[in-house]
C-alpha cells in the first residue's frame, strides 16, 4: 500500500524530467552529501556501469558534477550542483502538493484521523526493516 502511493507521486513528476533512477541517485546524494561512483553503485544496489549511465544522463542536464577525490586522485566523487538541488527541492514540494491534495479530496476526516493514528506504527517498523 504505501508503496503503491510512492510509486503513484513518483510517477506523476514532470519536474526536471528524471528517470527513476537518476531521482533516486539525486535524493541519494541530497541526503548522504557527495560521493563517489562506486559508493551510489553500492547504496542504490546496482552495477558500476548502471550508476556509470545514470550519472552521465544527470550530468548532462547539469545536476551533478564530479571531481577528483582529494584523499585519492584516481576516484571521482560526484555532488549537487545548485540546479540539481533546486530540482530536488521541487520534486519534494510537487510531492508534498500531490500528497495533501489526495488526502484532502480522497479521505473524509474520521479516515484522516486513523491515517493520523497510523503514522508512528508505520515509522516504527520502517525503522525495524
Known sequence: MVGRIARALRQAHTVGDLTHSEASTLARLDRGGPASPGTLAEEERVSPQAIATTLAGLEAKGYVVRRPDPADGRRAIVSLTPLGTEIRRDRRTES??????????????????????????????????
Open 96 to 129: 508534498a502538493r500531490r500528497l495533501e491534495h489526495g488526502l484532502a479530496t480522497a479521505l473524509d476526516e474520521a479516515e484522516l484521523r486513523r491515517v493520523a493514528a497510523a503514522l508512528p506504527l508505520l515509522d516504527r517498523l520502517a525503522a525495524h526493516l
